[in-house]
């Protein structure tokens, strides 16, 4: 549905898109701050972006044309026609042709296009129909009293007529192109109509071919107006905090600090410094309530500030901010097409030449032959001739690709391409990176030990977090606090070299002294060779180890909670028939921990991975169950995210280079989007597939009406433009979310209890310190406190009386572990992981313990648990004892089973 200019039809591919769209500025036609003059002394050069609504653009016969108007025009770069949203996006040299200039151009072809104006929505179609369409109608009409009056035929000549301008520049244009379009048919059917005498079928065919099309346009323009509402919101002019100056967005540094007041739309990404306020990140995350902000927080260009005032530091310049990467990659997706649609557009090339050059020959070969009845020979060319359009087919797959993207990005996914949608709906197994994935990514500290004497604890606090303060990995956030906790001040300028080794920890060198921090596997590279065990009163999940010049000094141990709703997304993708598999770099333990919390809805777990590991672990589900999605958080899942069918990156501060790279990235934490994208996926399917049948339907009935009883050209031509309208109408059910899926057996309360942990789960996380969670700020009763409900409680599992041995290998562990969960351990956590979270209520400590220790290795093949945590009833259903013991009440809360 796209070109470039000078391009031939085919369309360039979403990647190049991307590429092309990416170093450019906003929409809105160029500058909102210079006026789309000269460009001189501009960041980008002389290059921009004009965006026009073109309400002419009907289907993809319309794009050709709109190319060969514009790509002759001096100063002209580019050329992009999105059809479903009737947007022509033109990058061009402002100073060498004006947009007014390139409007005129389309105009000169009836195409009916005009600037967007910065801060629309996108396009406006009249919501009354344009006076060709009234006049043509109402002559219609009156023609209709000619058997009362026989003059009167002679008004549907005239509603043919008067309909027909538009048509007629449009079919001039494209004829004169030497290019068959939907208009040229029409005006040749038309004419053949009149010349046959049919008035009352010419006038029948400009009507209901002008009146379909605005129809269309009206629904094209309710589907259209979402995707632009992203980023027009966005305030061309900020006031500098400081100064209270006013300036143009662009011409913002990274570093300045921006007032934001109440009501207003956050201009840039940044961070919070002063003052604190409510946000709508709706626009982004899909959510609806507001997040908390207050220094440090975070705040993305394109939320509301809703209640008080802000200052925020910038943090990235307007055109890179989060809302403007994420409108490139929707616009860049509208116009990648899908498999089906490649298919489509290609058979359509062929279609429309066959079927006229068969109409040619219905018409002419019986003359020639001197047939009788000549007349019906000529009718059954018009209809052959108006059904040529494959209109409601080509449009069949991107209005409805269009409007699932659209509902996607609406409810916080971004999904890049219409290959991709189709790809999530075929989905039959789904891996979840760990930490920052299934779990927050927010680790506590369990404990944390001085091995032998060769160091005290404030040295080795001191060494961990200077050298953690390097690292962006969840578990130096936490190091680093807790080292804070006890009074010792990191101080990462001592560290003289820094290295990170994937998937096993970090080396600093500190003060002259050579420090290894990380897994079992950096004890190897460390070549420190000593084992011990240490008992410890926690009950832990990740160890870590610190080695100090070849010797162990340190030891600790770390816990991480899983996400709120990661067990539902988990067990309503096994309701879909998906299968969940874990795959971690953590430790085996930590991986067990994770799934006794999930309930058991893992069906396996892979643990110790290295990012290669991931990558061939994807390799192999695909080979096993099918076309396989992979869902993670980090820079170095990237690798199995792009060799995943599907690879999802997690969370809207994730970083940039994840969500360029990955096929979706869900904007916000709520992991339970992800069944909720593949159900989509599923949708738009079906859709598209119940949209091609109807236009192949269409157009059989109308050729089988036409040989079994006779040529109907008023209904080969309803049949033409009503499935389009049928199609666009279909197609946009998409954005409509569906039946909203009810809870499991659980009804209201459910759904409201899981909404209401979910927000305050985003809202603490979302506005609290980076790692509100560790060490200490884990106030009971406070912000974790709230959403308790699939939650661990609050006490901390290390006041329980449950031991755990940290085993400190001799030797670290080569290659992966499988996990093979013995059937009991898995069953036991289904009575107490997900409420309990590890907590003694639910007697699941004990089988923490024994998974922190070694996973007993038995017989059981890969782990597949029927019963699901609080989900389809399991433990808490049929074992009311438990209710005492505040483990049901939990799993009630969100389960819906119960
Ligand atoms: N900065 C660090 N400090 C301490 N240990 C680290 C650090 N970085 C990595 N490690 C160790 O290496 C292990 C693997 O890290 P990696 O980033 O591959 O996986 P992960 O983030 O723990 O888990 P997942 O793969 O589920 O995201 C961690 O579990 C941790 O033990
Ligand atoms: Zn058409």
């Not at 002259?512 to 590279?525: E, P």
């Not at 091609?692 to 009935?701: G, I, M, T």
Request: aromatic share 4%.
């Amino acid at each position: 549905m796209t070109g470039g200019a000078g391009r031939p039809a085919g369309a360039p591919e979403a990647a190049e898109l991307e590429e092309r769209l990416l170093p450019l500025p906003s929409p809105g036609s160029g500058d909102a701050d210079g006026g789309g003059g000269g460009g001189g002394g501009r960041r980008r050069g002389k290059w921009e972006k004009t965006y026009l609504d073109v309400l002419g653009v009907c289907c993809s016969a319309e794009v050709a044309l709109v190319e060969r108007l514009l790509s002759p025009i001096d100063g002209v770069r580019a050329v992009t026609v999105v059809v479903p949203s009737r947007t022509v996006i033109v990058e061009h040299d402002p100073a060498a042709v004006s947009p007014s200039h390139i409007v005129k151009a389309l105009n000169k072809a009836g195409l009916e296009a005009s600037v967007r104006a910065y801060g629309s929505s996108g396009v406006v179609a009249g919501r009354w129909p344009s006076p060709y369409v009234l006049a043509s109608g109402a002559l219609l009409l009156a023609s209709f009293l000619a058997p009362l009056l026989p003059p009167l035929r002679w008004l549907a000549l005239a509603a043919a007529c008067a309909g027909a301008p538009p048509m007629l520049l449009r079919a001039f244009a494209a004829a004169t192109g030497l290019a068959l379009d939907i208009n040229v048919l029409m005006v040749v059917a038309v004419a053949g109509a009149a010349a046959l005498g049919d008035y009352a079928e010419a006038g029948a065919i400009v009507f209901l071919f002008t009146a379909a099309e605005w129809l269309e346009a009206l629904a094209c323009a309710k589907a259209g107006s979402g995707m632009s509402s992203l980023m027009s919101t966005i305030p061309p002019r900020v006031v500098l905090a400081a100064t209270g100056e006013v300036v143009g967005l662009r011409d913002v540094e990274v570093g300045a600090v921006v007032a934001v007041r109440a009501g207003e739309v956050v201009p840039v990404d940044g961070v919070v410094v002063d003052g604190q306020s409510e946000v709508d990140e709706s626009s982004l995350t899909g959510e609806s309530f507001p997040v908390p902000k207050q220094p440090p927080a975070e705040v993305w260009a394109g939320t509301m500030n809703l209640d008080g005032y802000i200052a925020v530091r910038t943090t990235a310049l307007a055109e890179n901010s989060t809302v403007a990467r994420m409108e490139r990659l929707v616009e860049a997706a509208q116009n990648s097409r899908s498999k089906t649609q490649r298919l489509i557009d290609s058979c359509s090339k062929y279609y429309t030449p066959a079927v006229v050059a068969l109409a040619a020959s219905v018409a002419l070969v019986p003359l020639l032959l001197g047939a009788q009845d000549m007349r019906r020979w000529f009718q059954l060319a018009l209809v052959l001739l108006v059904s040529a359009c494959p209109c409601a087919l080509v449009l069949s797959t991107p209005v409805a690709t269009f409007c699932a993207l659209l509902r996607a990005a609406r409810m916080g996914v971004l999904i890049k391409g219409g290959d991709i949608l189709e790809s999530l709906g075929g989905i039959r197994v789904a891996a979840f990176d760990k930490t920052g994935t299934i779990t927050k990514g927010e680790f506590s500290i369990d404990g944390f030990h001085v091995v032998g004497d060769m160091v005290e604890m404030s040295q080795l606090l001191y060494w961990v977090s200077s050298i953690e303060s390097k690292s962006s990995h969840p578990m130096a956030a936490a190091l680093v606090e807790y080292a804070q906790s006890k009074s010792i001040q990191p101080k990462p300028e001592n560290v003289t070299e820094f290295r990170i080794y994937p998937g096993e920890g970090i080396y600093g060198e500190i003060d002259g002294r050579h420090v290894y921090i990380g897994n079992r596997r950096i004890m190897a590279r460390s070549s420190c060779q000593k084992g011990s065990r240490i008992d410890d009163g926690v009950n832990a999940a990740s160890i870590g180890y610190v080695v100090g010049d070849g010797d162990l000094v340190g030891a600790f141990a770390l816990s991480d909670d899983c996400r709120t709703g990661a067990a539902e997304a988990i067990r309503e993708l096994r309701s879909m028939g998906i299968k969940s598999v874990m795959l971690t770099g953590d430790s085996r333990s930590a991986a067990m921990r994770a799934q006794e919390q999930l309930g058991g809805a893992m069906e396996e777990l892979h643990s110790e991975l290295l990012p290669a590991d991931k990558v061939g672990l994807v390799g192999d589900l695909k080979a096993r169950y099918g076309p396989a999605l992979m869902v993670g958080d980090g820079l170095n899942d990237a690798p199995a995210l792009a060799a995943a069918d599907v690879g999802v990156a997690m969370g809207l501060s994730g970083s940039a280079a994840a969500m360029e790279t990955s096929h979706a990235t869900l904007m916000s934490s709520d992991i339970l989007r992800v069944p909720a994208a593949v159900r989509l996926g599923r949708r738009a399917c079906r859709t598209i597939a119940a949209n091609v049948a109807a236009s192949v339907a269409a157009k059989a009935a109308v050729a089988a009406l036409a040989v079994a009883w006779r040529p109907v050209l008023w209904a080969a031509v309803l049949a033409d433009v009503g499935t389009c309208l049928l199609v666009v109408l279909h197609s946009m059910t998409l954005l409509r979310e569906p039946g909203t899926a009810a809870p499991r057996g659980g009804g209201k309360e459910d759904g409201a209890c899981r909404a209401t942990a979910r927000s305050l789960a985003m809202r603490s996380q979302l506005a609290g310190a980076p790692n509100a969670a560790a060490a200490g700020a884990r106030a009971p009763g406070g912000g974790t406190g709230g959403y308790r409900c699939c939650q661990k409680p609050a006490s901390r599992p290390s006041e329980q009386a449950h031991s755990v041995v940290i085993d400190i290998p001799a030797a670290p562990s080569a290659g992966h572990q499988e996990l093979k969960i013995p059937r009991a351990a898995a069953a036991n956590g289904n009575a107490g992981g997900c409420c309990g979270g590890g907590g003694g209520g639910c007697g699941a400590a004990s089988t923490v313990a024994s998974g922190a220790r070694a996973p007993r290795k038995e017989d059981s093949g890969r782990v597949s648990v029927k019963t699901a945590c609080c989900g389809n009833g399991g433990g808490a259903r049929d074992s009311p004892k438990k209710a005492g013991q505040g483990c049901s009440r939990d799993a009630r809360c969100c389960s819906g089973g119960t």
